[in-house]
């Protein structure tokens, strides 16, 4: 499904809210806190599809859905979309802005 | 105790930034592993955003293909933190 950003965070999460932008458009696929598996950050999807449909049938009709960030347990990101060590490194920078 | 989450369907009247909500011509949607679907009529909803999880846009289209008498599903567990 594709993910797009719903609401802006503030500053102290600038660095994901960029990298969660870079995704805009890919396929993820998102693990909510009460073990539904769809395809202070909310998340809004466009044409989702749930993983096992059989045990969860409660979302056959929905096609786009707006998830709170509170319940995300996580997101799980196809891997070659992801440059772990720029990111590292860029939230190394980060911290390091932080502290000063 | 035994904690569930709620499938609640019905229209979106209004909303906030806390994802506060105004559900009308509510319907709870009651999944069960023994039997079909049960829908139980609510009404007009205030939701505190606490407590919502996910809201999904209904595609009338494949909803209306649904048999939901032949349904069977485990209701959705409770957000744990």
Avoid: W
């Avoid at chain 1, 932008?21 to 073990?35: A, Q, R, T, Y």
């Avoid at chain 1, 997101?75 to 720029?86: F, K, S």
């Avoid at chain 2, 009308?24 to 955003?49: M, N």
Wanted: charged share 25%; with cysteine.
């Amino acid at each position: 499904m594709l993910l797009t950003l719903a609401l802006p965070c503030r500053c102290v999460f600038q660095l994901f809210y960029s990298f969660f932008k870079s995704l805009v458009g890919k396929d993820v696929v998102v693990e909510l806190k009460n073990d539904l598996r769809l395809g202070y950050l909310n998340i809004k999807l466009t044409d989702i599809s749930v993983t096992d449909p059989e045990k969860y049938p409660h979302m056959l009709s929905v096609k786009n859905c707006f998830i709170r960030g509170s319940v995300v347990r996580y997101v799980q990101l196809p891997a070659d979309e992801v440059d772990t060590q720029l990111l590292q490194d860029a939230a190394r920078k980060e911290a390091m802005q932080q502290k000063q | 105790m035994i904690h569930m989450s709620l499938c609640v369907q019905g229209t979106l009247k209004g909303f906030d930034q806390t994802i506060n909500l105004i559900l009308d011509e509510s319907h709870e949607r009651v999944f069960s592993s023994s039997q079909g679907v049960e829908q139980v009529v609510l009404g007009l909803y205030i939701v505190r955003g606490d407590n919502v999880a996910v809201i999904g846009e209904i595609d009338e289209e494949t909803d209306s293909t649904l048999d939901l008498g032949n349904i069977r599903a485990e209701p959705l567990n409770s957000v744990v933190h």
